[in-house]
Nanobody
Framework: QVQLVESGGGLVQPGGSLRLSCVGS????????MDWYRQVPGPQRELVASISSGGSTNYADSVKGRFTISRDNEKKTVYLQMNSLKPEDTAVYYC???????WGQGTQVTVSS
């Protein structure tokens, strides 16, 4: 199993930036494919960005060109750099480890003036 802890959320004005972090546990973190999801009130979570163990990345069309996912395997951390934030980016953001089906507790991002 792997435990995940997100941080870095907060309140930001439209056009601003935030960087989310997701710290994982376990010695094999480097081989896990990792995702960032987000959820607005309701049952569905939206896949925002993915990064493979080899560093390949994919993004939802809604965030392409604005968000960047990266990882630092030495720190067992996955990042989500979010620029040019919009009110519709407001959500709880979760990181997810596909190997174990593990979720973090989430971090709230609110984009509002």
């Amino acid at each position: 199993q792997v435990q995940l802890v997100e941080s870095g959320g907060g309140l930001v004005q439209p056009g601003g930036s935030l960087r989310l972090s997701c710290v994982g546990s376990g010695s094999a973190f480097r081989i896990y494919d990792m995702d960032w999801y987000r959820q607005v009130p309701g049952p569905q979570r939206e896949l925002v960005a993915s990064i493979s163990s080899g560093g390949s990345t994919n993004y939802a069309d809604s965030v392409k060109g604005r968000f960047t996912i990266s990882r630092d395997n030495e720190k067992k951390t996955v990042y989500l750099q979010m620029n040019s934030l919009k009110p519709e980016d407001t959500a709880v953001y979760y990181c997810y480890c596909r190997r174990w089906g593990s979720w973090g507790q989430g971090t709230q991002v609110t984009v509002s003036s």
